[in-house]
């Protein structure tokens, strides 16, 4: 199993950013896929996560309080990506994001990407 994310960057409070996690090595579409973010001094937390396109709640979403109305996830199975559009950002999202193989309190196990850094700051 491999993840990379990407389109992580400095912003200003207000602004902007999608990030991407390309997946290989596992049936991607047979997956539900979340983002989690880890910021300094803190614990990892979940930030948005959607279903698996098979199943029997194809495209489940879930956001976290803190993201909800802000952030949107998607995914493209033929392009083996899961998208996280962030908008309105704020300092307090400032953090490394990554994507894993997961949905809701649960995470499959296996390694980690190297994550994406976001920082927001005027």
């Known amino acids: 199993v491999q993840l990379v994310e990407s389109g992580g960057g400095l912003v200003e409070p207000g602004g902007s950013l999608t990030l991407s996690c390309v997946g290989s090595?596992?049936?991607?579409?047979?997956?539900?896929m979340s983002w989690y973010r880890q910021a300094p001094v803190k614990e990892l937390e979940l930030a948005a996560g959607?279903?698996?396109?098979?199943?029997?709640?194809?495209?489940?979403?879930n956001y976290s309080d803190s993201v909800l109305g802000r952030f949107t996830v998607s995914r493209d199975d033929a392009k083996r990506t899961v998208y996280l559009q962030m908008n309105d950002l704020k300092v307090e999202d400032t953090a490394v994001y990554y994507c894993?193989?997961?949905?809701?309190?649960?995470?499959?196990?296996?390694?980690w990407g190297q994550g994406t850094q976001v920082t927001v700051s005027s």
């Open positions: 894993n193989r997961g949905f809701g309190t649960y995470i499959w196990p296996g390694s």
């Open positions: 090595g596992f049936t991607f579409s047979s997956f539900p």
């Open positions: 959607i279903g698996s396109t098979i199943g029997v709640t194809p495209g489940k979403l």
